[in-house]
C-alpha cells in the first residue's frame, strides 16, 4: 500500500505536535516536517521550493504566531504579518503543486465580539471584531477564505477547523504572553513553591470562556481532515470550508481558576486585576456540525489540567522564559 505523504506545518507546536503524535502511530502516513532552521515558512520562494520538491498529498497546516490577550494587544503587527505570510505561502504553494487536500487551524476569534452565543459557523463577517486580537483574527479569517476560494475556483478540497481555546503539553507558558490557562498553571504552581498566600487574576474573573484539551483538538482535525467529501458537505453549505471545534460547555474564568487552583494543590485565595483586560466576554462555540459529522471530546477540564500539571512539572526546567 502506498503511503500518504503528509506535511504538518508547525509540528513542533502545541497542536501541531499533538496531531504528529497520533498520525506518528499509523501505518498509512509518511509524515513530513521541517524545523524553522530548515524552512522558513514566511519565505515564499523557499515554501514554494519545498512543495516543488516533495510529492505532498495532504497539509496539516498548524504553523500560526499565537499568543494571549497582552501578546496579541502588544504585537499586533507580528500576528497578522505572520500568519497572512504563512497562510499565503502555503496554501498557495500547495495547490501550484498539486495538493488536493489540507486543513487549516484557525480560532474562535474569527467570529465577531458580540455574537450570538453559542456562535455558528455562519456567525461569520456578521459583525465588529473583538479589538485586542482584530489582527489575528483578520488573518485567521483571511486563510479561510483562500481556503474557500482555492476550492471554488480550483476545485481543491481545503477545509478549516476553528477551535476554542486550547491548552495542553507543549503549550507556551511564558508569563505575560502566553494564554490564560498556561499563564495560570505557572502563577499557581510558582505561588505553591513559594508559600504564596495570594494568586492575582488578571480581569475581573466573569468572562466565560469553553477549553480544550490539545489531543482532543487533534483528533478532531485529522477526523475532519478525512471525512469523505459527500459526509463533508452533508454538513457545510456549499463551498463553506469551516467547521467549530470544541466542548460546547464553557465556565468563567473564577471557576477556571478554582479547577487550576485545585488541580495544583495551592491553598490561598484567588483576587483579580480589573485593570487587566478581560477581552470578549464569551465564547461558546456551536458544535453540533461536529457532532453530526461524528466526533464528540472526551477530556474535561479537570482531567486535561491534570495531564498538563503532570507535563509541566517534567518539562518546566526547559522553559526558556
Ligand atoms: P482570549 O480568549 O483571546 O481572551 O485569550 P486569553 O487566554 O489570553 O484570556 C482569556 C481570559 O483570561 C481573559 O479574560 C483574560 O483577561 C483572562 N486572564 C486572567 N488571567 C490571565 C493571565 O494571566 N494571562 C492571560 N493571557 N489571560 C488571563
Not at 461569520?124 to 483574527?137: D, F, H, I, K, V
Not at 504552581?189 to 495570594?198: G, R
Not at 460547555?249 to 488541580?263: G, N, S
Not at 461524528?294 to 477530556?299: D, E, H, I, L
Request: net charge negative.
Amino acid at each position: 500500500m502506498k503511503k500518504k505523504r503528509v506535511f504538518v506545518a508547525g509540528h513542533k507546536g502545541m497542536v501541531g505536535s499533538a496531531i504528529i503524535r497520533q498520525l506518528s502511530c499509523r501505518n498509512d502516513v509518511e509524515l513530513i516536517v521541517k524545523d524553522r532552521t530548515e524552512l522558513d515558512l514566511l519565505d515564499q520562494k523557499a515554501v514554494d521550493t519545498f512543495f516543488a520538491v516533495h510529492d505532498i498529498d495532504e497539509v496539516y497546516l498548524a504553523a500560526a504566531k499565537v499568543g494571549g490577550i497582552h501578546a496579541n494587544n502588544t504585537f499586533p503587527a507580528e500576528f497578522i504579518y505572520e500568519n497572512l505570510m504563512m497562510e499565503c505561502n502555503i496554501i498557495h504553494s500547495a495547490h501550484r503543486h498539486g495538493v488536493q487536500n489540507l486543513l487549516f487551524l484557525g480560532s474562535s476569534c474569527i467570529y465577531p465580539k458580540l455574537a450570538d452565543q453559542p456562535m455558528t459557523e455562519t456567525a461569520l463577517l456578521t459583525g465588529e471584531l473583538e479589538s485586542t486580537n482584530e489582527p489575528y483574527a483578520i488573518a485567521k479569517i483571511a486563510g479561510i477564505k483562500l481556503c474557500e476560494s482555492y476550492n471554488r475556483q480550483y476545485g481543491r478540497n481545503y477545509r478549516s477547523v476553528m477551535p476554542t481555546n486550547l491548552y495542553g503539553m507543549n503549550d507556551n507558558f511564558h508569563p505575560d504572553n502566553s494564554h490564560v490557562i498556561p499563564a495560570l498553571m505557572r502563577r499557581f504552581h510558582e505561588a505553591k513553591v513559594n508559600k504564596d498566600s495570594e494568586v492575582i487574576v488578571w480581569g475581573t474573573g466573569t468572562p466565560m470562556r469553553e477549553f480544550l484539551y490539545v489531543d482532543d483538538m487533534a483528533a478532531a482535525s485529522i477526523h475532519v481532515m478525512e471525512l469523505s467529501d459527500d459526509t463533508y458537505h452533508s454538513c457545510t453549505q456549499p463551498m463553506l470550508s469551516h467547521i467549530n471545534v470544541g466542548t460546547g460547555v464553557d465556565c468563567t474564568i473564577r471557576e477556571m481558576a478554582e479547577t487550576m487552583a485545585k488541580v495544583i494543590g495551592f491553598k490561598g485565595s484567588v483576587s483579580f486585576d480589573s485593570t487587566k483586560p478581560d477581552g470578549t466576554p464569551r465564547k461558546l462555540m456551536d458544535v453540533s456540525r461536529l457532532a453530526d459529522l461524528g466526533w464528540m471530546f472526551t477530556t474535561d477540564l479537570e482531567g486535561g489540567l491534570t495531564k498538563t500539571y503532570q507535563w509541566f512539572l517534567e518539562n518546566q526546567n526547559s522553559f526558556r522564559n
